[in-house]
């Protein structure tokens, strides 16, 4: 199954077949105070630096989050996707939970973005699916609902499928739905990933659709972060993750070399390409 998005210049395919897609976590404020006092102040500069520095090290589409406590999102994240798609050519997704802020924003970009997100919650499925309808676009659904994030795969995997469901009442597409079965902190639950990774599988033997991850939860109040995220994205990628909102920076070196080991780069040439444009500079002699 494969979800295309598209921006003005560029259009992204996901699918189990092509590269595993990076989109961008960095433009969201939730702890980053510097971005949040930016967003407040209306500093568009840093905004600017932070899409194409993420472009730069290798993210395929950029999510975009104005959550300030205290700022209107109606007003200020269709100003601010519309700030990013004019610095770089990805792909945005719009990530909201108020659907006139996603409205709003999607009425005013080109293209074909993603919306971040949908849930299996009866008050969101109400208010986001519509504007997806409305606008032709695509969405993430999380596996939750009003009882919250289960512990157990089948339940993550049964409110999925309500959410499909939903969707496809509406006549969107399942290839517009892309699934995140939701991974918490191993901190906390020895098992939190292991139940995401069955989660996985499930979803891609009965509904075959396109799965996301909010990766860096994993590791969260664990000492090195990082070593703990790599493992966990080449895991979830190995059993048939195809997107994660994740640090392009730190990660997408190690995203490279998976789909390499996967098969999904033909002779090494995006991993070796990757590798050659992000080489520190050379001294001097």
Same mark, same amino acid.
């Given at each position: 199954? !494969? &979800?295309?998005?598209?921006?003005?210049?560029?259009?992204?395919?996901?699918?189990?077949?092509?590269?595993?897609?990076?989109?961008?976590?960095?433009?969201?404020?939730?702890?980053?105070?510097?971005?949040?006092?930016? %967003?407040?102040?209306?500093?568009?500069?840093?905004?600017?630096?932070?899409?194409?520095?993420?472009?730069?090290?290798?993210?395929?589409?950029?999510?975009?989050?104005?959550?300030?406590?205290?700022?209107?999102?109606?007003?200020?994240?269709? /100003?601010? #996707?519309? %700030?990013?798609?004019?610095?770089? !050519?990805?792909? %945005?997704?719009?990530?909201?939970?108020?659907?006139?802020?996603?409205?709003?924003?999607?009425?005013?970009?080109?293209? /074909?973005?993603?919306?971040?997100?949908?849930?299996?919650?009866?008050?969101?499925?109400?208010?986001?699916?519509?504007?997806?309808? !409305?606008?032709?676009?695509?969405?993430?659904?999380?596996?939750?609902?009003?009882?919250?994030?289960?512990?157990?795969?089948?339940?993550?995997?049964?409110?999925?499928?309500?959410?499909? !469901?939903?969707?496809?009442?509406?006549?969107?597409?399942?290839?517009?739905?892309?699934?995140?079965?939701?991974?918490? &902190?191993?901190?906390?639950?020895?098992?939190?990933?292991?139940? &995401?990774?069955?989660?996985?599988?499930?979803?891609?033997?009965?509904?075959?659709?396109?799965?996301?991850?909010?990766?860096?939860?994993?590791?969260?109040?664990?000492?090195?972060?990082?070593?703990?995220?790599? #493992?966990?994205?080449?895991?979830?990628?190995?059993?048939?993750?195809?997107?994660?909102?994740?640090?392009?920076?730190?990660?997408?070196?190690?995203?490279?070399? &998976?789909?390499?080991?996967?098969?999904?780069?033909?002779?090494?040439?995006?991993?070796?390409?990757?590798?050659?444009?992000?080489?520190?500079?050379?001294?001097?002699?």
């Amino acid at each position: 199954m !494969e &979800t295309t998005l598209k921006s003005e210049k560029k259009e992204v395919k996901i699918s189990f077949d092509a590269p595993f897609v990076i989109i961008g976590e960095k433009i969201n404020p939730t702890g980053r105070k510097k971005l949040a006092a930016a %967003l407040t102040e209306g500093d568009d500069d840093y905004v600017r630096q932070l899409a194409i520095s993420q472009v730069e090290a290798g993210a395929d589409i950029l999510d975009v989050n104005v959550g300030v406590p205290g700022l209107d999102e109606v007003a200020v994240l269709p /100003k601010v #996707a519309r %700030l990013v798609s004019e610095v770089v !050519e990805a792909p %945005l997704c719009l990530d909201s939970a108020n659907h006139k802020a996603l409205a709003a924003a999607l009425a005013d970009l080109p293209g /074909k973005p993603l919306v971040n997100s949908v849930n299996g919650e009866e008050k969101s499925l109400g208010a986001v699916l519509p504007v997806v309808k !409305e606008f032709g676009v695509s969405v993430i659904g999380l596996t939750m609902d009003d009882s919250g994030i289960p512990n157990d795969a089948e339940t993550r995997v049964a409110i999925a499928e309500k959410i499909l !469901e939903r969707a496809a009442r509406l006549g969107i597409p399942a290839n517009d739905v892309v699934i995140d079965p939701l991974v918490l &902190t191993v901190g906390a639950d020895s098992m939190a990933a292991a139940i &995401t990774l069955q989660t996985i599988q499930l979803l891609r033997q009965e509904f075959s659709v396109n799965i996301n991850l909010g990766a860096s939860n994993v590791s969260f109040g664990l000492p090195d972060r990082h070593t703990v995220n790599q #493992a966990f994205l080449s895991l979830a990628m190995g059993v048939g993750a195809t997107c994660a909102i994740t640090d392009p920076i730190k990660l997408a070196s190690t995203i490279r070399a &998976t789909d390499l080991l996967m098969g999904r780069d033909t002779y090494g040439a995006r991993y070796i390409g990757y590798w050659r444009e992000h080489q520190p500079p050379k001294e001097a002699a």
